[in-house]
């Protein structure tokens, strides 16, 4: 206990950190922080205990009961609220990865990357537009390019 509470260096501003200030330094860093805080055993004296034991499945229950409901406020929000919801995703996104234990930043990080997969199907509509920059899927809702027209099937 002395090991843990032991001066370990010092801050720019002046202020001593011991070892249990580096764990919660690190924790906060992993995207899981938490507050260390040391008793001592005569703290705990004359107090009465009641432990209670939690399976596994409880708290996996629970864990899987927390991410649905995640997700149902996420859907509600994006389909009764879009004009809420739209400014406000990276922060359902993050509150939705927090329930499945994952830290949000590693795939916000590429948030600002262009898929090269969606880059060519914006070419292809591109591409196909007639001049005109119309997708895809409306073109081939035109009759003179329905599929059936294209493949034979339907004659002029």
Do not use: C
Not at 17 to 42: A, C, Q, W, Y
Request: no cysteine; glycine share 6%; aromatic share 8%.
């Amino acid at each position: 206990m002395n090991e843990l509470t032991k001066k370990r260096g010092i801050k720019k501003d002046g202020q001593e950190f011991n070892e249990l200030d580096v764990r919660e330094e690190e924790s906060r860093l992993n995207g899981k922080p938490m507050e260390i805080i040391m008793i001592t055993s005569d703290y705990l004296d004359n107090w009465q205990y009641h432990v209670e034991i939690q399976t596994e499945t409880f708290y996996q229950s629970k864990k899987a009961l927390d991410k649905a409901l995640a997700i149902e406020k996420i859907t509600t929000v994006a389909q009764l609220f879009p004009d809420i919801f739209m400014p406000n995703k990276k922060e359902f996104f993050k509150d939705l990865m927090m329930k499945y234990d994952d830290n949000p930043d590693k795939y916000l990080r590429n948030l600002g990357e262009q898929n090269p997969l969606m880059a060519l199907a914006q070419g292809q509509e591109q591409a196909l537009g007639d001049g005109q920059n119309v997708p895809v899927t409306e073109q081939m809702n035109r009759p003179e390019q329905s599929l059936a027209r294209l493949s034979g099937a339907e004659t002029i």
